[in-house]
């Protein structure tokens, strides 16, 4: 790291003061449902109730999509009526429609769901089949309805700074989106840059839009690290006062219809930086690093989180000594 860079983070973390943060946990959706092999129902229901007993206090736990386009959230309805709620935590799910609304409400134990809309037409077209007008006001109707029947509603803005099919993305629509998901009840929008190609200066700019027409505690980042740049972007919202992000245990996932894009952040790293800013985040980052190396060896697949590689590297030299 340079100086410049040092000084600069130096500067940045002491206009931070500590506090409470909240990490959502998306690994069991947004971290699966991109995976080629389908994972066996009970090894979801057992990550969610792991991650349950972590100390995070939301864990996204399915889709209520189509299983044609999504085949690996088909399992929606099994997902939902076998996890443990536990006290205290909330498990949203994914609605894109009237559809998945009316399946979510029939499973009886769907508290809380999340709406997604993009701030890029090619990606809509993509993910939803529908514009992003078209999406946005089978949206606000669904919105109202979940409302209505006495659920919370997340909303998503995706490709947050820039489309793999329309290139960059302007900050105004991201800020006009947000306001619109506001406006029809959302209790927070996560502003999701899909594809990871934020960085610090393009992420400012964008969160400075938002800013102007939503406060920041109506905010949630969702930073995708393909570039490497997740942290830093988190701690650009954090330095803009935002005090939620989400995040995918190990870094899993990536959204089936944003070719190249990889995981999400990793939580494992994201909390290590949570407290080492004096956070309070109510998370255990040694029971999230147990997680990950189960979760890992589960699916077989090398960790994306360094955090994780750096602490379970030390236990495997520490056992062997
Ligand atoms: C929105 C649709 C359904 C439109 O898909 P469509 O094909 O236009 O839908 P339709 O209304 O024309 O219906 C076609 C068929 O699908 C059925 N159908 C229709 N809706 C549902 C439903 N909800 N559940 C189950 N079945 C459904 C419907 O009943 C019908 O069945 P058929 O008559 O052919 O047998 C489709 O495009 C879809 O499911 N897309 C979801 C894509 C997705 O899940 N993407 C990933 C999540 S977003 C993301 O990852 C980004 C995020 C949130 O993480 C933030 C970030 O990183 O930016």
């Known amino acids: 790291m340079s100086s410049q860079t040092l000084r600069l983070l130096i500067c940045s973390s002491r206009k931070i003061s500590s506090g409470k943060f909240k990490v959502v946990e998306v690994g069991a959706r947004d971290g699966l449902q991109n995976e080629k092999r389908i994972i066996p129902a009970a090894d979801k229901i057992e990550l969610?109730?792991?991650?349950?007993?972590s100390g995070l206090s939301t864990v996204e736990a399915t889709s209520f999509v189509s299983p044609k386009w999504v085949p690996q959230m088909a399992d929606h309805k099994e997902i939902m009526s076998k996890i443990t709620q536990f006290p205290g935590v909330s498990y949203p799910v994914l609605v894109p429609n009237?559809?998945?609304l009316k399946n979510a409400l029939a499973t009886g134990n769907v508290k809380e769901i999340a709406v997604f809309g993009a701030a890029s037409?090619?990606?809509s077209k993509k993910n939803v089949n529908s514009s992003v007008e078209e999406s946005l006001t089978k949206l606000e109707a669904v919105t109202k309805e979940a409302i209505e029947n006495g659920l919370m509603v997340r909303g998503y803005v995706s490709c947050v700074i820039g489309c793999p099919y329309d290139g960059n993305t302007e900050p105004k629509v991201v800020a006009q989106i947000t306001e619109r998901l506001l406006k029809a009840g959302c209790y927070e929008v996560s502003l999701g840059d899909t594809i990871g190609v934020g960085s610090a200066g393009s992420v400012r700019k964008m969160l400075d839009a938002?800013?102007?027409v939503a406060p920041r505690e109506k905010l949630a980042v969702h930073m995708h690290d393909t570039y490497g740049q997740a942290l830093a972007n988190v701690l650009v919202a954090i330095e803009k006062g935002i005090r939620v992000a989400d995040s995918s245990i190990a870094g899993l996932g990536g959204?089936?219809?944003?070719?190249g894009a990889t995981g999400n952040l990793a939580t494992e790293d994201l909390v290590y930086m949570l407290h080492g800013l004096g956070f309070d985040t109510g998370i255990?980052?040694?029971c999230l690093v147990s997680i990950s190396e189960w979760i890992c060896t589960k699916m077989e697949r090398q960790n994306a989180s360094r955090v994780a590689s750096a602490i379970i590297a030390n236990k495997t030299?520490?056992?062997a000594a």
Request: positive net charge; hydrophobic residues 40%.
């Open 210 to 212: 938002v800013l102007s």
């Open 98 to 100: 009237a559809a998945g």
């Open 255 to 259: 959204c089936p219809y944003a070719k």
């Open 121 to 123: 037409e090619g990606f």
């Open 284 to 286: 255990d980052l040694t």
């Open 317 to 319: 030299k520490a056992q």
């Open 48 to 53: 969610i109730n792991r991650l349950s007993k």
